[in-house]
């Protein structure tokens, strides 16, 4: 009985305890202000820019020992880009951004993100931080074997490469999220890749499409530009504005669904339903 009490007694101060963490949540987000979706430049010498900027060129070098093969021959006859590397800080800041639209749209949590042309696989494993399920696009046979071999380094099911063309897929519509960064060398085949993407994705489909070109065409593919490389899918202009504001009021932090411990059971509800907001406590 004893015992009971002090499992009773610990199992109430974790609670207070809990609840004075939900109330100082409660107080964070009900004075927040609006966070823009993209953090503005830093000065050219600020030494966190530096750190960053040093952090990036790590993950690429990494990308590279990741995906050390040349492209295929028959990948650049077929009008295909070599694996192209943005650099990965640009990469994280759009996957952050569309991270929090998704969240302002109500979609949950366990969102998909497909990388079309996705090389060695490296900004997959990226993207898995901020979505529950994360593939890749590849038809360079040496490229998708890289990607298999990142992937399998940690066991994960939720990780993949599917081996074929994007310019023929029809796999788009399946993901939240779809990522493409000038896949294509061949201007044409590029536009065609462009439509096929925009043409198969569902309505509301969140595209982040990091390069000029797509920006002066986006419109007439039935995309909106949010905010730099970020668009929507089957919105118009004034759509796109409100659900900017409506990202832009989403908290920054991410989180993925989790079943919770029996001690957290009373607390569950509120747990989730401040990550859905991009908060946490």
Not at 138 to 152: H, I, K, M, S, T
Not at 186 to 199: F, G, H
Not at 207 to 221: T, V
């Amino acid at each position: 009985a004893l015992d009971r009490l002090k499992a009773r007694q610990m199992q109430l101060q974790y609670h207070v305890a809990r609840f004075a963490d939900v109330q100082a949540a409660l107080d964070r987000r009900n004075t927040a202000k609006r966070v823009p979706l993209f953090p503005p430049p830093l000065p050219e010498r600020d030494p966190y820019a530096m750190t960053i900027q040093h952090l990036s060129s790590i993950v690429q070098m990494l990308d590279v020992y990741a995906n050390p093969v040349s492209q295929h021959p028959e990948m650049t006859a077929h009008g295909g880009f070599s694996d192209i590397r943005l650099p990965h800080d640009t990469f994280v800041e759009c996957a952050h951004a569309a991270y929090r639209v998704a969240l302002a749209q109500g979609r949950p949590r366990n969102m998909a993100f497909l990388d079309v042309g996705c090389g060695g696989g490296v900004k997959v494993l990226s993207a898995s931080k901020f979505f529950a399920t994360c593939h890749g696009l590849e038809l360079d046979p040496g490229y998708a074997d890289a990607a298999r071999r990142l992937f399998g380094t940690f066991n994960d099911p939720t990780l993949a490469v599917h081996e074929e063309d994007a310019l023929t897929s029809r796999r788009y519509d399946a993901y939240d999220v779809v990522y493409f960064y000038q896949p294509m060398k061949d201007a044409e085949k590029l536009q065609v890749l462009e439509r096929q993407i925009c043409e198969t994705v569902a309505k509301n489909t969140i595209l982040i499409a990091p390069y000029p070109s797509f920006a002066k065409r986006a419109a007439d593919l039935g995309c909106a530009e949010l905010e730099r490389s970020l668009y929507v899918a089957g919105i118009d202009a004034e759509e796109a504005a409100e659900l900017r504001a409506r990202a832009e009021t989403t908290g920054l932090a991410v989180g993925a669904t989790r079943p919770h411990s029996p001690r957290e059971a009373l607390w569950a509800p509120l747990v989730d339903a401040f990550l859905d907001c991009g908060w946490a406590i």
